[in-house]
């Protein structure tokens, strides 16, 4: 079936590169998108995945509240940058329908546009962090999977499309706490609860600004000759660690092979929305918006656990900059 999101993108947010910029990718100049206490009882949203859905631009959304903790909001927007965030967290149902207690904190969702419906991905607890799958048509009803991880882990994005028959998923294992390690791992189900046949995709440490962890970002972009992947990369500084934007390019066929490795970061927080907030110096890319026509994407990121900004690039130069930088 045709999958929903594949309408031309309507009003797609979109800013021309500043005259005289000659990096890869360049920030909204109207940054942050989302500012602090965007709706009652929520006091940041950050990290979180908009898609194009139904003639708008709706998302998942970090919000964390007034006690710190993170919970799911959907948000609906008419030009991708303007967001209405829903007063209510989303409250899950099981297989059955059934109502599911709240697990304590869910944050950091991914969204992936997938055949007639979409996957939520994020960080859930399980007797600590691990990551859990939702399916949803509608925004409304959102049918989460059971426990299809085991603890620890983060940070996972599924692919928008099955290859060799399979959903395959891109994870950071992790420990209970604030993880001083992470590689990207690729795991396939059938079904989206078994998973198995773990590879390893990629280690950090490649260069200094992810010399500590590595992990997925948006949903992967397909290319003619493989897949596009924003990633986030982790410095560990005397001051606390640093989280920029990376990119890579995976093997079409086979996603578990790196094709290229770019060496410089991509972005990397500067301006004072990123180096100043909740957590200073963190930008974490969770989704992205790609129109095919003209090949442009918006990407939404974090911006020091504190506000959501969008920074923008075209597939042509980013892939270019990435290649040219590839070690
Ligand atoms: C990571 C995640 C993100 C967060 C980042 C920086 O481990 O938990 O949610 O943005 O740390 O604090």
Not at 7 to 13: D, E, F, I
Not at 189 to 218: F, I, N, Q
Request: aromatic share 14%; charged share 25%.
């Amino acid at each position: 079936m045709k999958n929903k999101s594949d309408n031309k993108l309507m009003n797609m947010p979109w800013e021309e590169c500043p005259k005289g910029f000659t990096g890869p990718i360049w920030r909204y100049s109207l940054n942050p998108i989302i500012n602090r206490h965007p709706a009652e009882n929520i006091s940041r949203v950050f990290n979180s995945a908009a898609v194009y859905f139904n003639n708008e631009y709706v998302g998942v959304f970090r919000g964390d509240n007034l006690d710190d903790i993170p919970h799911l909001y959907v948000g609906h927007s008419k030009d991708g940058i303007n967001f209405e965030i829903n007063k209510d967290k989303i409250v899950f149902v099981n297989e059955s329908g059934e109502v599911l207690e709240d697990s304590g904190y869910q944050y950091d969702p991914r969204v992936i546009p997938f055949e007639d419906y979409f996957i939520v991905v994020w960080c859930d607890n399980l007797s600590g962090p691990t990551i859990a799958i939702a399916k949803t048509k509608d925004f409304k009803t959102f049918v989460k999977f059971d426990s299809p991880f085991l603890p620890y882990n983060r940070n996972g994005v599924i692919f928008p499309r099955k290859i060799n028959g399979s959903y395959l998923m891109l994870s950071r294992p992790s420990d209970s706490g604030h993880t001083a390690f992470g590689d990207i791992f690729l795991s396939e189900s059938k079904d989206l609860t078994y998973w198995g046949k773990h590879r390893l995709v990629m280690k950090c440490g490649y260069e200094w600004w992810c010399a500590l962890k590595v992990g997925a970002g948006p949903v992967p972009i397909e290319l003619d000759d493989g897949w596009l992947l924003f990633i986030h990369g982790v410095n560990r500084t005397c001051n606390g660690y640093v989280y920029s934007i990376g990119g890579i390019i995976l093997d079409k066929n086979d996603p578990s092979k790196v094709l290229y490795r770019c060496k410089n970061f991509l972005l990397t927080p500067e301006e004072q929305y990123e180096t100043c907030g909740f957590v200073p110096n963190v930008i974490f890319p969770t989704s992205a918006l790609v129109d095919k026509e003209n090949g442009r994407i918006a990407i939404y990121y974090g911006a020091s656990d504190t506000y959501t900004c969008l920074a923008f690039t075209t597939i042509e130069r980013v892939v270019n900059y990435i290649k040219e930088h590839s070690r």
